[in-house]
């Protein structure tokens, strides 16, 4: 179909328009093509009419081929794949109502035939006449059939605008009327109809004489052109001028219909909301519904009366305005027939032809209003079902309405509009405080008006309230006033309408008890977003119960999906329901709760780390609680994803499990993203959440915790080059694994004293820590250690020079690793065979390995040893004498280590600035 906004003009020359801007139709033939159809809108036209309008007899033997081409190239530019359907013997073009200026200006004049009021009469005739932009059809001359098409459409039009002249005359209108008048018998000098009106529209303004010059003139035109006489009515009409009838003096003004303007005053102090705004604005032209939703407090009221203000001159007909309440602690829900009433009487009707039948007022109301330009707006509505008696139904009204529920039913079956409605920019905030408080308070204050801002959470209902307690007490700072936001307490003006925890308590009461319930408990989850599965943990219920209690809470516009799959609620939503949850639920439920979380977060990211390095190495744990329903990632791919969307939520798992009581879960969910973290260079996480962890081990006494916790500060602190630090928790870790006699963690730990000692230059010894290591691995029997630790005695040896042996140990790695299909320890493999053979001086087998090694480091996602391998690669191909290469590769590694904010990114600059200075030279 014709897409919403869209228009094809044919009074004029023939164009499209989007969103109230023209669209060119290039080509005389589309045009044609694009003519016929929008003047057979919604019937189909058959192949060979199509032809003929647009070739006649000038038919060429491609015209099929070439009019499917111009309905393709039409398809476009009308922006719908849908709106020219082919359907046999022709095509269709798909409209809606209104969809060519030619259906809008007939419905009008129909509008205006049925009417018995003259003004209505003269408003629909207004507006039908002002659709013609010139000569109908203006760009298509050459066809026999558009040219008559033409002039029927233009006859239309004189026959409108003479009915125009008529109603005009009857409300008293004539003295507006001569000039127009004036030019159309210029265009039609032998019209007896123009010119009795005109006649008569001068006679009334008081020209008597002009109006029989015009009588005379045209007797002159038609006895000399054609020979005849006026006929007997303007004869007649004449006589009545000379002899001053009383009978054709001007009538009384009709008095107009009374015009509502029952809109409430505008929030002065109104800010942002230009996206809203603007997306108005596109809707005016389209009639129907629109669904203004959002959150308790978010501004729903204030944007749409705001708005509602701007446009109300769209709106000629009248602005109409109910509260419905459907929201609100001090009354019940406004009955739809209430609101129809007070509609219909704000609309002239009188209290004897009032129905007492909701149906019928509902009838009524629309036969009021249909040929109207009606702005209607619904304010806090409860549900469909409340709206849809109050919907005008005429293409013409627009009905904006607000809901904390999105209403998706009256999207559905209505077709509106759905406008979301989110927290303030912080641009906006500052902007609301800057209205609220004056420039001058807030820029001497910048960072405690921004901190007010957040601590409100861009909440406009928030930052209204505490703005007003900044306004009343002005020799308050905004710091101190920013210092009082600790709890929701801060957020009270005096009445339930302007307390925050009041106005969020209005949404919660229509929730059904289980997804108040899951409300209560999602102030647990730490955020800052949450997935579906994990919600279904923290509630303990199936996955079906979890969609349907996240429908509810999304549809209140108490949890926000703000991207597919991840639900969110702003901070002081958050308070509300965690001091619900404090009210309601008993310190057990909590604590169970929160243990079902914390178990969904660490068995997850566990699966997800062994989908990652599933031989490598791993730790135990304890069964999940019943309700819990952990996520397994099946792929590589899948885990990586997993990983980068929760990091932010289990950053903030480990804090919230290490100071409720879990410690156990703490140090074990550090343990499975540090090799995400590593691998990411989130080195300063990596650090943050072991110290956590190693915390939480010790407070326990978990000696096998507090080992992993130290050696996994052991490798962050080597990665941020703070090797004594390193060096400590490794040979503590060391020890600890000894004591408890974990052999696996022994030998991982002697592995990292390796790449310790090789990153401080000494070769030897880390060729000795890596060969402990190795025999430790072959006790265990784990082949995936082995394969890593052999990788690392052969990038030792070629690190002491001994590259044939290097290439003997990472063949053998690489075997291993391939065999129980470990893609990172390949990848790590794949590069030190580079790095041999470059030594040895193959630099063309050396590219070949690096490029085999960033392939695989692409597919687990390790981004700093993707950046050292394409150093690497930019070296091989340097030796080559390849400085296009060269640089691309380093360029890639410099992107990548800027990216992580590492120190290394400056001696890749310098190598850059050195080949460039060379190449120069």
Same mark, same amino acid.
């Given at each position: 179909?014709?897409?919403?906004?869209?228009?094809?003009?044919?009074?004029?020359?023939?164009?499209v328009?989007?969103?109230?801007?023209?669209?060119?139709?290039?080509?005389?033939?589309?045009?044609?093509?694009?003519?016929?159809?929008?003047?057979?809108?919604?019937?189909?036209?058959?192949?060979?009419?199509?032809?003929?309008?647009?070739?006649?007899?000038?038919?060429?033997?491609?015209?099929?081929?070439?009019?499917?081409?111009?309905?393709?190239?039409?398809?476009?530019?009308?922006?719908?794949?849908?709106?020219? !359907?082919? #359907?046999?013997p022709?095509?269709?073009?798909?409209?809606?109502?209104?969809?060519?200026?030619?259906?809008?200006?007939?419905?009008?004049?129909?509008?205006?035939?049925r009417?018995?009021?003259?003004?209505?009469?003269?408003?629909?005739?207004?507006?039908?006449?002002?659709?013609?932009?010139?000569?109908?059809? =203006?760009?298509?001359?050459g066809?026999?059939?558009?040219e008559?098409?033409?002039e029927?459409?233009?006859?239309?039009?004189?026959?409108?605008?003479?009915?125009?002249?008529?109603?005009?005359?009857?409300?008293?209108?004539?003295?507006?009327? !001569?000039?127009?008048?004036?030019?159309?018998?210029?265009?039609?000098?032998?019209?007896?109809?123009?010119?009795?009106?005109?006649?008569?529209?001068?006679? #009334?303004?008081?020209?008597?004489?002009?109006?029989?010059?015009?009588?005379?003139?045209?007797?002159?035109?038609?006895?000399?052109?054609?020979?005849?006489?006026?006929?007997p009515?303007?004869?007649?009409l004449?006589?009545?001028?000379?002899r001053?009838?009383?009978?054709?003096?001007?009538?009384?003004?009709?008095?107009?219909?009374? @015009?509502?303007?029952?809109?409430?005053?505008?929030?002065?102090?109104?800010?942002?909301?230009?996206?809203?705004?603007?997306?108005?604005? =596109?809707?005016?032209?389209?009639?129907?519904?629109?669904?203004?939703?959002?959150?308790?407090?978010?501004?729903?009221?204030?944007?749409?009366?705001?708005?509602?203000?701007?446009?109300?001159?769209?709106?000629?007909?009248?602005?109409?305005?109910?509260?419905?309440?459907?929201?609100?602690?001090?009354?019940?829900?406004?009955?739809?027939a209430?609101?129809?009433?007070?509609?219909?009487?704000?609309?002239? @009707?009188?209290?004897?032809?009032?129905?007492?039948?909701?149906?019928?007022?509902?009838?009524?109301?629309?036969?009021?209003?249909?040929g109207?330009?009606?702005?209607?707006?619904?304010?806090?509505?409860?549900?469909?079902?409340?709206?849809? +008696?109050?919907?005008?139904?005429? +293409?013409?009204?627009?009905?904006?309405?607000?809901?904390?529920?999105?209403?998706?039913?009256?999207?559905?079956?209505?077709?509106?509009?759905?406008?979301p409605?989110?927290?303030?920019?912080?641009?906006?905030?500052?902007?609301?405080?800057?209205?609220?408080?004056?420039?001058?308070?807030?820029?001497?204050?910048?960072?405690?008006?921004?901190?007010?801002?957040?601590?409100?959470?861009?909440?406009?209902?928030?930052?209204?309230? @505490?703005?007003?307690?900044? $306004?009343?007490?002005?020799?308050?700072?905004?710091?101190?006033?920013?210092?009082?936001?600790?709890?929701? *307490?801060?957020?009270?003006?005096?009445?339930?309408?302007?307390?925050?925890?009041?106005?969020?308590?209005?949404?919660? &009461?229509t929730?059904?008890?289980?997804?108040?319930?899951?409300?209560?408990?999602?102030?647990?989850? +730490?955020?800052?977003? !949450?997935? %579906?599965?994990?919600?279904? /943990?923290?509630?303990?219920?199936?996955?079906?119960?979890?969609?349907?209690?996240?429908?509810?809470?999304?549809?209140?516009?108490?949890?926000?999906?703000?991207?597919?799959? #991840?639900?969110?609620?702003?901070?002081?939503?958050?308070?509300?329901?965690?001091?619900?949850?404090?009210?309601?639920? /008993?310190?057990?439920?909590?604590?169970?709760?929160?243990? &079902?979380?914390?178990?969904?977060?660490?068995?997850?990211?566990?699966?997800?780390?062994?989908?990652?390095?599933?031989?490598?190495?791993?730790? /135990?744990?304890?069964?999940?609680?019943?309700g819990?329903?952990?996520?397994?990632?099946?792929?590589?791919?899948?885990?990586?994803?997993?990983?980068?969307?929760?990091?932010?939520?289990?950053?903030?798992?480990?804090?919230?499990?290490?100071?409720?009581?879990?410690?156990?879960?703490?140090?074990?969910?550090?343990?499975?993203?540090?090799?995400?973290?590593?691998?990411?260079?989130?080195?300063?996480?990596?650090?943050?959440?072991?110290?956590?962890?190693?915390?939480?081990?010790?407070?326990?006494?978990?000696?096998?915790?507090?080992?992993?916790?130290?050696?996994?500060?052991?490798?962050?602190?080597?990665?941020?080059r703070?090797?004594?630090? $390193?060096?400590?928790?490794?040979?503590?870790?060391?020890?600890?694994?000894? *004591?408890?006699?974990?052999?696996?963690?022994?030998?991982?730990?002697?592995?990292?004293?390796g790449?310790?000692?090789?990153?401080?230059?000494?070769?030897?010894?880390?060729?000795?820590?890596?060969? &402990?290591?190795?025999?430790?691995?072959?006790?265990?029997?784990?082949?995936?250690?082995?394969?890593?630790?052999?990788?690392?005695?052969?990038?030792?040896?070629?690190?002491?020079g001994?590259?044939?042996?290097?290439?003997?140990?990472?063949?053998?790695?690489?075997?291993?690793?391939?065999?129980?299909?470990?893609?990172?320890?390949?990848?790590?493999?794949?590069?030190?065979?580079?790095?041999?053979?470059?030594?040895?001086?193959?630099?063309?087998?050396?590219?070949?390995c690096?490029? #085999?090694?960033?392939?695989?480091?692409?597919? @687990?996602?390790?981004?700093?040893?993707?950046?050292?391998?394409?150093?690497?690669?930019?070296?091989?191909?340097?030796?080559?004498?390849?400085?296009?290469?060269?640089?691309?590769?380093?360029?890639? %590694?410099?992107?990548?280590?800027?990216?992580?904010?590492?120190?290394?990114?400056?001696?890749?600059?310098?190598?850059?600035?050195?080949?460039?200075?060379?190449?120069?030279?």
């Amino acid at each position: 179909m014709v897409g919403t906004g869209v228009r094809v003009r044919l009074l004029g020359p023939v164009e499209v328009v989007v969103a109230g801007s023209p669209q060119a139709v290039n080509g005389l033939r589309r045009k044609a093509v694009l003519a016929t159809l929008a003047l057979h809108a919604g019937r189909v036209v058959s192949v060979d009419r199509l032809l003929d309008a647009v070739w006649g007899d000038q038919l060429p033997a491609t015209a099929a081929n070439t009019l499917q081409r111009h309905v393709s190239y039409l398809r476009g530019v009308l922006g719908e794949p849908g709106s020219i !359907v082919a #359907r046999q013997p022709g095509y269709l073009l798909a409209t809606g109502p209104d969809s060519t200026d030619v259906q809008a200006a007939e419905r009008l004049i129909e509008l205006a035939r049925r009417s018995t009021d003259r003004n209505e009469q003269v408003r629909h005739l207004t507006a039908a006449v002002a659709l013609w932009r010139g000569p109908p059809l =203006a760009d298509v001359a050459g066809s026999p059939w558009l040219e008559e098409q033409a002039e029927h459409l233009a006859r239309l039009r004189l026959e409108a605008e003479r009915s125009l002249a008529e109603a005009r005359l009857s409300v008293g209108e004539h003295a507006g009327l !001569v000039p127009g008048l004036e030019r159309l018998v210029r265009q039609h000098p032998f019209d007896e109809h123009l010119h009795a009106q005109l006649m008569l529209a001068l006679y #009334r303004d008081g020209r008597q004489g002009d109006a029989v010059a015009t009588y005379r003139r045209l007797c002159d035109n038609l006895r000399e052109n054609l020979g005849i006489d006026p006929g007997p009515r303007l004869r007649d009409l004449e006589r009545a001028i000379l002899r001053q009838d009383t009978a054709i003096a001007a009538p009384a003004p009709v008095a107009a219909a009374p @015009v509502a303007a029952q809109l409430p005053p505008p929030v002065p102090t109104f800010t942002g909301r230009d996206a809203q705004l603007a997306a108005l604005d =596109a809707l005016v032209d389209r009639g129907g519904a629109v669904v203004v939703s959002g959150t308790a407090g978010v501004g729903k009221t204030a944007l749409a009366v705001h708005w509602a203000h701007h446009a109300a001159g769209r709106f000629p007909d009248g602005q109409l305005y109910v509260n419905l309440r459907g929201f609100d602690p001090a009354a019940t829900p406004t009955e739809p027939a209430r609101a129809l009433r007070g509609f219909l009487e704000a609309l002239g @009707v009188a209290a004897a032809r009032m129905p007492s039948d909701p149906d019928t007022m509902a009838s009524l109301y629309r036969t009021t209003v249909a040929g109207k330009k009606l702005l209607v707006v619904l304010d806090n509505a409860r549900d469909a079902d409340q709206v849809r +008696p109050l919907l005008p139904g005429s +293409p013409d009204c627009l009905a904006i309405v607000t809901s904390r529920d999105q209403l998706i039913p009256l999207v559905v079956t209505e077709s509106a509009q759905p406008v979301p409605l989110d927290l303030l920019s912080p641009g906006e905030a500052r902007d609301m405080l800057v209205r609220r408080l004056g420039e001058r308070q807030v820029a001497a204050e910048p960072a405690a008006a921004d901190t007010i801002a957040e601590r409100c959470a861009r909440l406009p209902i928030a930052l209204a309230i @505490v703005a007003a307690r900044a $306004a009343t007490n002005r020799h308050f700072s905004l710091a101190a006033v920013a210092g009082e936001l600790g709890d929701l *307490d801060a957020f009270r003006a005096g009445d339930e309408a302007t307390d925050v925890r009041a106005v969020f308590s209005w949404s919660c &009461r229509t929730l059904s008890p289980p997804a108040a319930q899951l409300f209560r408990l999602l102030s647990l989850h +730490p955020g800052p977003d !949450v997935s %579906a599965p994990a919600v279904a /943990s923290l509630a303990g219920v199936d996955g079906q119960a979890t969609g349907s209690l996240l429908t509810e809470l999304t549809r209140a516009n108490l949890f926000t999906e703000h991207t597919y799959g #991840r639900y969110a609620f702003h901070d002081l939503l958050r308070a509300y329901a965690a001091d619900l949850a404090d009210e309601t639920e /008993s310190p057990a439920e909590r604590r169970a709760a929160m243990h &079902r979380l914390l178990d969904h977060c660490l068995h997850t990211a566990h699966a997800a780390d062994l989908a990652l390095h599933p031989h490598f190495s791993t730790i /135990s744990l304890p069964p999940p609680r019943a309700g819990v329903t952990p996520e397994r990632p099946r792929s590589r791919s899948a885990a990586a994803a997993w990983f980068t969307t929760e990091v932010p939520v289990l950053l903030a798992a480990v804090p919230l499990a290490a100071r409720s009581g879990f410690e156990g879960h703490a140090w074990r969910l550090a343990w499975t993203m540090a090799g995400f973290l590593h691998r990411q260079g989130h080195w300063q996480d990596w650090l943050g959440t072991q110290r956590i962890a190693l915390a939480a081990a010790s407070r326990i006494g978990d000696q096998a915790g507090q080992g992993h916790a130290h050696r996994s500060l052991g490798l962050a602190c080597s990665r941020l080059r703070r090797y004594d630090e $390193a060096d400590d928790h490794l040979r503590r870790a060391l020890d600890l694994f000894t *004591d408890v006699g974990d052999d696996a963690g022994r030998a991982h730990t002697c592995l990292n004293l390796g790449q310790l000692a090789e990153r401080q230059g000494q070769h030897q010894q880390a060729l000795r820590h890596s060969r &402990r290591a190795l025999a430790l691995f072959r006790g265990t029997g784990n082949r995936a250690g082995q394969g890593y630790t052999l990788n690392a005695v052969g990038w030792q040896e070629a690190l002491l020079g001994n590259y044939h042996h290097a290439l003997e140990s990472c063949g053998e790695a690489l075997r291993m690793l391939q065999e129980v299909d470990d893609v990172q320890g390949q990848a790590d493999t794949w590069d030190s065979l580079g790095h041999a053979h470059h030594q040895l001086g193959d630099d063309r087998r050396a590219i070949a390995c690096y490029e #085999r090694a960033l392939e695989l480091f692409t597919q @687990v996602n390790d981004r700093y040893a993707e950046a050292s391998t394409y150093v690497n690669l930019g070296g091989s191909h340097r030796a080559l004498g390849d400085v296009p290469a060269t640089r691309a590769a380093w360029r890639r %590694a410099l992107a990548i280590l800027d990216e992580l904010g590492d120190a290394d990114a400056d001696s890749i600059r310098a190598d850059l600035d050195q080949l460039d200075a060379t190449r120069l030279r």
